[in-house]
């Protein structure tokens, strides 16, 4: 991931994992510091996948400008990755995640939903 801003931020938000060049980017959630409010879906998805304390502070209550470093410091980036490597890295860590057996589609979004809650059921928006 390059620059994820607002709406961007919360699409990379909902992902599995999420991995940022070390080198460039940010991730921002910038709606409080411009006056939008979030809505109950996104405030649900930022409260189950954004580590409680200096994260969410940092994150979501003062709309902090996250380079790849402090985001995976913060635990909202998975990895820090060169540009050129990005793509394989994505493909060996979701291929990792899968495992040899590939999990199936339905157990995986049943533990999701599980996991994080009937709430996050994302097939609805």
């Not at 909202?76 to 589609?105: C, Y």
Request: include cysteine.
């Amino acid at each position: 991931m390059g620059h994820a801003f607002g709406a961007g931020a919360f699409l990379a938000l909902a992902c599995d994992y999420r991995l940022m060049r070390q080198d460039r980017g940010w991730l921002c959630w910038p709606e409080t510091a411009i006056g939008l409010p979030f809505g109950d879906f996104l405030l649900q998805l930022s409260r189950t996948k954004i580590p409680p304390g200096q994260s969410q502070r940092d994150a979501i209550l003062y709309s902090k400008r996250l380079d790849g470093p402090e985001a995976k410091r913060l635990q909202l980036a998975d990895g820090l990755v060169e540009e050129t490597k990005m793509a394989a890295e994505a493909k060996s860590l979701i291929l990792g995640a899968l495992g040899r057996n590939r999990l199936s589609r339905d157990v995986l979004h049943n533990t999701k939903k599980d996991i994080y809650g009937k709430e996050l059921d994302m097939s609805k928006l």
